[in-house]
Structures are given as structure tokens and as C-alpha cells.
């Protein structure tokens, strides 16, 4: 039983054309540049983030994710630029994909601002079609790897942050990057709108006790064909050193998390997934570990503090 499940699940992740997928992570809040190319503006000096996620553990063929995101606003403060590297691979499928990030913010009042971004990503992938097992053994689609192929893709955000709150909507990839084969292997780039993600974020940090803050937030993942996913997280802060908290996504996943500022520019986050459907038979859960720096050093008296969360 447990080999049919694997094969349906690397199967319909590497049909002969190989459609839109966007990576998945649990600690998007903790580094929102992530899924926002609009959140690069939200930092007042250079800040990144290193992350590594390996899903449904146990599981042949399950998704691996490993990224490194790196920005830092411009002379001025207005302008910022942002690199992210994400490695993601699902069955036979390989993406690698390069973006480079641009965000502009506008003053909305003396503490409030809004920020337009944009990115453009080289997208490298690969499908390794001879890790499938197939009935017909002389199928020329299923004979071999494909080459690796490069495909340009654009993503567009919006991002609105003020004093504890922050609210941001994302288009991550505005283009489908599809693999075809007629006679030979090669990258395909159209748009359909029916094939664009769109993501909606929000969170807002509740000072409850002189050294203890209650950070909250919510995504919601939206995709024509597939059902409304939502996240609900809360993250209890103590001291802004050391936080703990859980998350829940429609999906049926429960999510522990923890993080831990090792010095004031450096903090490690770890989140530990859950699913409750079928998967957990055949998997142990999740796990995502992300190293986060930031060496921008807030004044005493700075008016604004986004919730990284």
C-alpha cells in the first residue's frame, strides 16, 4: 500500500508536462520576503535568512526544500534590493530557482508605510523520468532525464506595515513553467491565469506583559482548482528573545514552533509538522529549521516594530 501512495504522489508530481508548483514553507512569517518580494522594505538593514525543510519524513520521493534570501535597503532607505536561491525537489522533479527583488516604499503617515515590489526569476528544473517504474518499458518519455532547463518567471507583491501590524498580498509567479516533450525535452513558458498562486498575510504583535508579546498572523494560499488553504499561527515572545508557539493549516497539519535569538543578530527558528490525514501513517511529521541575521540595530526610541511573524 505504501509503494501506491508513493507512486500516485510521484506520479502526478511528474507528468509529461510539468506544471506550476510553488515551494512550501511553515516559517514564512519569521522571513517574509519569502512569499512577498514587497516585505524587503519592512527591513532597515542588511537581513536574511537561511532555511532547510524536509517534508513528510519517511516518505520516498517527499519534498526537500533548502533556501538562503538576502536584502538590505538602498542609500536612502526608500529602495531595496533583495537575492533569493531556493532549491526544491518532489519525486523525480528538480527546481532551482534565482530571483532577484525589488521593493520601493511610500510614506502613508509619520509612522506607516506602504511598499510595491517586484522579482525576476531564472527558473533551472530537471526530471529524472528513469526513477518511475512504468508498464510499457519502450515509452520514450519515460526513458530517460530531461536536460536542465531554464525558463524566466516574474512575481509582484504589496505590503502595507505599521507599528506591530503588518498586511501583504503576493503574486509569486505571474508566468507557468512547464516541461514538454514533442520528439525531445523543452521548457515552456506561458501565462494562464487560471495557474496563478496568490497569497494574502497578515500579523499583528499584542504586548501582554512587560516582557511578553503575543505575535499572530495568518496566510492564505489561493489557486484555481484547488481548495482555500489557510494558516493560523501564534507565537508567545519572551523578553524578544525566545518564543514559542503552534500554527494550524486547513490542510490538517498542526505545527510546533520555536526560536531563539542566540545573539541580537542572529536567531535560530525550528517548526515540527504534523499531518492528520492518510499521510501520517507512512510519515514521522515534518521538519524546517531556518537561521535568520538582521544587523540593522533599532534605536530606543524607533516608532516602528513589525512582528516578524
Do not use: C
Not at 209 to 226: C, P, Y
Amino acid at each position: 500500500m505504501k509503494k501506491l501512495v508513493i507512486l500516485a504522489i510521484i506520479v502526478t508530481a511528474s507528468s509529461v508536462v510539468y506544471g506550476q508548483r510553488n515551494f512550501h514553507l511553515s516559517q514564512y512569517m519569521m522571513h517574509q520576503p519569502l512569499i512577498n518580494p514587497a516585505a524587503i522594505s519592512g527591513y532597515m538593514g542588511l537581513n536574511g535568512a537561511l532555511v532547510h525543510r524536509s517534508q513528510w519524513v519517511g516518505f520516498d520521493g517527499a519534498p526537500t526544500t533548502s533556501g538562503i534570501s538576502i536584502n538590505s535597503p538602498l542609500k536612502g532607505g526608500n529602495n531595496s534590493l533583495g537575492l533569493t536561491v531556493v532549491h526544491d525537489a518532489i519525486g523525480v522533479n528538480t527546481d532551482v530557482d534565482i530571483a532577484a527583488q525589488y521593493a520601493y516604499k511610500f510614506q502613508v503617515s509619520e509612522n506607516s508605510f506602504f511598499s510595491l515590489g517586484l522579482s525576476g526569476t531564472l527558473k533551472m528544473f530537471q526530471s529524472d523520468y528513469t526513477q518511475i517504474s512504468v508498464n510499457d518499458g519502450g515509452d520514450d518519455v519515460f526513458s530517460g532525464a530531461t536536460p536542465t532547463l531554464m525558463s524566466p518567471n516574474f512575481g509582484f507583491g504589496m505590503y502595507y506595515f505599521k507599528n506591530r501590524f503588518y498586511v501583504g498580498f503576493s503574486t509569486p509567479k505571474i508566468l507557468a513553467n512547464k516541461i514538454e516533450y514533442t520528439g525531445e525535452y523543452k521548457a515552456a513558458t506561458s501565462f494562464d491565469i487560471n495557474e496563478l498562486h496568490y497569497n494574502l498575510h497578515a500579523g499583528y504583535g499584542f504586548p501582554i506583559a512587560k516582557k511578553v508579546d503575543l505575535n499572530t498572523s495568518f496566510l492564505i494560499k489561493s489557486v484555481s482548482g484547488a481548495p482555500l488553504q489557510a494558516d493560523l499561527n501564534a507565537q508567545f515572545l519572551f523578553n524578544k528573545k525566545f518564543g514559542i508557539g503552534a500554527s494550524y493549516r486547513t490542510s490538517k497539519d498542526i505545527i510546533g514552533l520555536i526560536s531563539a535569538k542566540v545573539i541580537p543578530q542572529l536567531q535560530i527558528a525550528y517548526a515540527y509538522d504534523y499531518n492528520m490525514s492518510e499521510i501520517a501513517q507512512f510519515s514521522s511529521g515534518s521538519h524546517e529549521i531556518m537561521l535568520l541575521f538582521d544587523f540593522y540595530e533599532p534605536k530606543k526610541d524607533a516608532k516602528i516594530d513589525i512582528p516578524r511573524f
